[in-house]
């Protein structure tokens, strides 16, 4: 299969216990900004950044419940997802991150 460009208005399944998450990948450029504005003095808060890579590649869902209820989709409500629904997503995406891990600073030490 040749190589696929990364493109905005694309929508992909999530499938998963008999819920559908419809999300989009993230372009390395996206991506790397997100992390950037996120991270102050070489410290990188990784919970704003998945919750702005999760607004950005989320789109929408089919039968995702709270207490037996199917809610409505919201970003807000994304965030509450299992975690390794989560991570699943991240994944797919491309976003490549791994929550807790820090970037290192200017001046940081080598090993």
Same mark, same amino acid.
């Given at each position: %299969? @040749?190589? $696929?460009?990364? #493109? $905005?208005? *694309? !929508?992909? !399944? +999530?499938?998963?216990?008999?819920?559908?998450?419809? +999300?989009?990948?993230? @372009?390395?450029?996206?991506?790397? +900004?997100?992390? #950037?504005?996120?991270? &102050?003095?070489?410290?990188?808060?990784?919970?704003?950044?998945? !919750?702005?890579?999760? *607004?950005?590649?989320?789109?929408?869902?089919?039968?995702? $419940?709270?207490?037996? #209820? /199917?809610? @409505?989709?919201?970003?807000?409500?994304? %965030? +509450?997802?299992?975690?390794?629904?989560?991570?699943?997503?991240? /994944?797919?995406?491309?976003?490549?991150?791994? &929550?807790?891990?820090?970037?290192?600073?200017?001046?940081? #030490?080598?090993?």
């Amino acid at each position: %299969m @040749p190589i $696929q460009i990364v #493109k $905005q208005d *694309e !929508r992909l !399944r +999530y499938e998963n216990d008999g819920s559908v998450i419809y +999300y989009r990948r993230i @372009p390395a450029a996206k991506r790397s +900004y997100i992390v #950037k504005i996120h991270t &102050k003095k070489g410290k990188t808060d990784w919970g704003a950044v998945v !919750r702005d890579v999760l *607004e950005y590649i989320t789109l929408g869902w089919e039968n995702v $419940q709270d207490s037996g #209820k /199917d809610i @409505p989709f919201s970003i807000d409500a994304a %965030m +509450y997802l299992p975690d390794d629904v989560i991570g699943d997503l991240l /994944d797919l995406s491309g976003a490549n991150i791994s &929550k807790g891990e820090e970037t290192p600073g200017k001046n940081s #030490k080598t090993t």
